[in-house]
């Protein structure tokens, strides 16, 4: 059944968010003009002949999940670097609040709010909680040769700031490594929200997780939607997105192929655009080619047919 079919109110509709939208409810406190928390518009990237992202506009706002999705090579870590600061873009706008930024460096990134969390996370293992929490920002007491640093108040803010964000560890003094990889991950997104970041951007966090532990970190990032962070989650798991997503901007290949708003799209329809009835039309002749595979070979040919089916229109 085609989209417009099993969603007739959306058939004459634009599904790709225009920046009317976007802008809707949301300005400068100051000048009470509207504007982004941080917005890209028709960001590109190239390396050399290489080109690794192009034509990429998307927006972030505070208390909202904008979420990044495309299989390996579809220029999700480039798109990551240029927001915080690794590298420079070579075509289109980058802003934050209104302003267009060339980010030099993370620390310039930091400094605008912006804090990457990513997946291999910089934790020292043996480490304890308190201390990883704080480490290379650590809290002193007293002057000159009698300065050191203050345990104490570092051990109470590592509690409060977890127990803020629902995570209730009994003992700060554990080491880091004995957390889960769920666990490790929400120490490092409370961590960012302690130290200021207004934009969280969470790269493929539960990639190496189990149901389980994927379900607290959905939950800590709607947690720090809810505190007012604009928050980038980078997946290449629609299931994982769709529950926590405001907007779901997808690349395939360096290049924006859809940028919706959640009322726009269902489940079903973001799982056709990432799994790619192209894709699936090639396996199915490859598949003819090499003779044999029947029963694959139909199933493979519908559900490219179904894909083909959901997508949603632009």
């Not at 904008?66 to 999700?76: E, I, R, S, Y």
């Not at 912006?114 to 293992?125: M, P």
């Not at 966090?205 to 007012?228: F, H, M, N």
């Not at 994982?240 to 395939?252: E, I, M, N």
Request: proline share 4%; glycine share 10%.
């Amino acid at each position: 059944m085609s989209t417009s079919a099993r969603h007739p109110e959306r058939e004459d509709a634009g599904r790709h968010i225009t920046n009317e939208v976007l802008l809707q409810n949301e300005s400068d406190p100051l000048t009470d003009r509207p504007v982004h928390l941080l917005s890209l518009e028709q960001v590109g990237k190239h390396y050399g002949n290489i080109i690794a992202l192009r034509d990429v506009t998307m927006a972030v706002d505070n208390g909202r999940v904008t979420c990044v999705l495309g299989d390996n090579g579809a220029g999700k870590s480039t798109l990551i670097k240029i927001i915080a600061g690794l590298h420079q873009h070579d075509e289109g706008t980058f802003s934050i609040m209104g302003e267009p930024r060339k980010l030099t460096s993370p620390r310039a990134a930091l400094d605008a709010g912006i804090a990457a969390v990513y997946q291999d996370l910089a934790v020292v293992s043996l480490m304890p909680i308190w201390r990883n929490f704080f480490l290379g920002s650590e809290l002193t007491t007293g002057v000159g040769p009698f300065r050191r640093m203050d345990v104490q108040r570092m051990k109470q803010i590592t509690k409060k700031e977890l127990a803020d964000m629902g995570i209730d560890l009994r003992d700060v003094e554990q080491p880091i490594g004995q957390l889960s990889g769920g666990e490790r991950q929400c120490v490092a997104i409370a961590r960012a929200v302690y130290f200021g970041a207004k934009v969280l951007i969470l790269d493929e966090p539960t990639a190496a997780l189990g149901v389980k532990q994927s379900g607290v970190v959905l939950r800590y990032i709607l947690q720090a939607r809810d505190r007012g962070l604009g928050v980038i989650f980078i997946t290449h798991n629609p299931h994982h997105a769709f529950p926590v997503g405001d907007r779901f901007l997808l690349l395939k290949r360096g290049r924006s192929i859809g940028y919706y708003d959640k009322k726009d799209i269902t489940l079903d329809e973001l799982t056709a655009q990432m799994a790619g009835g192209a894709e699936l039309a090639e396996l199915a002749h490859e598949l003819e080619q090499l003779g044999g595979h029947g029963d694959t070979l139909e199933a493979v040919k519908a559900e490219a047919v179904a894909v083909e089916a959901d997508a949603p229109r632009a």
